[in-house]
């Protein structure tokens, strides 16, 4: 009989998983905990449960990363794309899915599929080598043991049970008539670099509305569940350090010192520092600024800093309790735990963020179990695509010192050589043409050269 799969997780990482591995021919045991146990999110015993939005979000496959995403998918054989597709309701140009007929459809593939065996049971630990290969799907909710032997398998500080979002730009929406590169008293850095931050300066009359704006701006609650989460004095939002005195910041995050704005030379009254946040340089995140405002707020508050007027933003800010390891550290390019390689991540734990992220990683983590236990291997997906650009950042393209949950934007893919001169919606759709393209190749069994079964 051929090797099994174990996947533990019945959420939209697991399920896609089970799905990918069983439909290319490899028996799943599906371990999932609900009603056995429950999660403070959960309200049944359904795969695939939505536990809040009824949302996949942009069905724009042209012009939104997370279109594309779900095109990729559905070319991909995706059973979440599937059932959302079946069960999708009117909602503009968002996909949005009836959540009962849409985890019902899910549970009904996965419980009729002839090579999935759906367990109920808490997996309390990491399983050992014996049982041969595993994917964890767990999600931000994963049980308290198996998280504690988790955190036991990676060392504790390289999973995180809160998230502190802070926000990131698109770096080619900042205006560097205002802004410039510099390092806090000019100090070299790890790569040998002394100017590696994006600084945008405020004079004493912009900080001060700046902190008024933070302060009236609309938060969001946390839940009941997650205020007893202790993070709030290693990692304030914004807006409660701004509330604690009108200078605070401007000795805190937007603490000026060592910094010189070429155009006046002087120091400047406080400063918002942004740090690259990919290796590809596209993408940087601003330092300090995890928020619980409201995302419209966000945007509205962020682009009243000089520089970030017409500011693109990939991610916007947030904090929330999840679940999710060190993958750029932890996990090699084929989602496998590097010291222990019969392990595989996936979903929201692999620091993806996001119903159709967390299901695309699951698609990958199904194929790569697949291909490794039949022996015939998978190709990683080109980098040009959306499942390739995910795949990419979470295994190394992010900086593992500063890793935090991410959403698919069109940041995480390979720019076009600058020659090309493709800008806005033009770049977009061209990345988009581009990723369908090298879809195809992937999907006929050409892809990245490095292969799951290596
Ligand atoms: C409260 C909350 C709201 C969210 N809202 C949204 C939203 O509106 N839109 C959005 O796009 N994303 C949202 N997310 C983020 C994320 O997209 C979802 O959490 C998504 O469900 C993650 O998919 P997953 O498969 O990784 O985890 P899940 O879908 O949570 O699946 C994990 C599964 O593992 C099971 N499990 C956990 N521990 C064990 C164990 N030890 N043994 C066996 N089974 C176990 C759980 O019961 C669960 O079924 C939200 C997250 C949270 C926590």
């Known amino acids: 009989m051929a090797a099994r799969l174990h996947i533990i997780g019945g959420g939209l990482a697991g399920s896609e998983a089970a799905w990918q591995a069983a439909q290319a021919g490899i028996p799943?045991?599906?371990?999932?905990?609900?009603?056995?146990r429950g999660t403070e999110a959960h309200q049944t015993d359904s795969l695939a449960e939505l536990v809040c939005s009824n949302s996949f979000r942009s069905d724009d496959a042209v012009n939104n990363a997370v279109g594309l995403l779900h095109e990729e998918m559905r070319r991909a054989g995706s059973l979440i794309l599937r059932?959302?597709?079946?069960?999708?309701?009117?909602?503009?140009?968002?996909?949005?899915?009836?959540?009962?007929?849409?985890?019902?459809?899910?549970?009904?593939?996965?419980?009729n599929h002839p090579r999935v065996e759906l367990s109920r049971e808490e997996i309390t630990a990491l399983p050992t080598a014996e049982w041969g290969s595993v994917i964890v799907a767990t999600g931000p909710l994963t049980s308290a043991s198996l998280g504690a032997s988790i955190g036991a398998a990676t060392g504790e500080d390289q999973l995180a049970f809160f998230?502190?979002?802070?926000?990131?730009?698109?770096?080619?929406?900042?205006?560097?008539?205002i802004a410039w590169f510099q390092s806090r008293y000019d100090k070299e850095g790890p790569g040998g670099g002394v100017a590696d931050y994006i600084n945008l300066p405020l004079n004493e009359d912009q900080y001060r509305r700046f902190v008024a704006e933070l302060l009236a701006g609309e938060k969001t609650d946390?839940?009941?569940?997650?205020?007893?989460?202790?993070?709030?004095?290693?990692?304030?939002?914004?807006?409660?350090?701004?509330?604690?005195?009108e200078q605070t910041l401007a000795f805190g995050?937007?603490?000026?010192?060592?910094?010189?704005d070429p155009r006046s030379s002087q120091r400047p009254h406080?400063?918002?520092?942004?740090?690259?946040?990919?290796?590809?340089?596209t993408l940087w995140n601003m330092v300090g600024f995890q928020t619980k405002l409201k995302h419209a707020e966000q945007v509205r508050i962020f682009r009243s800093i000089p520089g970030l007027e017409n500011a693109q933003f990939a991610r916007l800010g947030g904090l929330h309790r999840n679940t999710f390891i060190n993958s750029p550290r932890l996990l090699d390019s084929q989602l496998r735990l590097k010291s222990r390689p019969h392990l595989r991540f996936a979903g929201q734990i692999t620091g993806v963020e996001g119903?159709?992220?967390?299901?695309?990683?699951?698609?990958?983590?199904?194929?790569?179990?697949?291909?490794?236990?039949?022996?015939?291997?998978?190709?990683?997906?080109?980098?040009?695509?959306?499942?390739?650009?995910?795949?990419?950042?979470?295994?190394?393209g992010a900086d593992?010192?500063?890793?935090?949950?991410?959403?698919?934007?069109?940041?995480?893919?390979?720019?076009?050589?600058?020659?090309?001169?493709?800008?806005?919606?033009?770049?977009?759709?061209?990345m988009s043409a581009r990723a369908l393209r090298d879809l195809s190749c992937w999907l006929d069994g050409a892809g990245s050269k490095e292969t799951a079964a290596e």
């Open 28 to 36: 799943v045991i599906l371990h999932e905990m609900r009603p056995v």
């Open 83 to 111: 059932a959302a597709d079946a069960c999708k309701l009117p909602a503009g140009g968002a996909l949005a899915v009836d959540r009962h007929a849409f985890s019902a459809a899910v549970s009904d593939a996965l419980e």
């Open 163 to 177: 998230d502190a979002i802070a926000p990131i730009v698109h770096r080619e929406s900042i205006d560097f008539d």
């Open 222 to 245: 946390f839940k009941q569940w997650e205020k007893s989460t202790p993070y709030f004095e290693a990692c304030l939002p914004i807006e409660v350090m701004a509330a604690r005195g």
């Open 253 to 260: 995050p937007m603490k000026p010192v060592g910094l010189q």
């Open 270 to 281: 406080a400063v918002v520092q942004l740090r690259q946040d990919n290796g590809l340089g």
């Open 355 to 396: 119903y159709v992220e967390s299901a695309a990683i699951g698609l990958l983590a199904g194929r790569f179990a697949a291909g490794e236990l039949s022996g015939i291997g998978a190709p990683l997906p080109p980098p040009t695509t959306a499942l390739g650009a995910l795949l990419s950042h979470i295994t190394g």
């Open 400 to 430: 593992a010192r500063t890793f935090q949950p991410m959403n698919v934007n069109f940041g995480l893919f390979p720019e076009f050589p600058k020659s090309a001169k493709i800008r806005g919606k033009d770049r977009k759709q061209a």
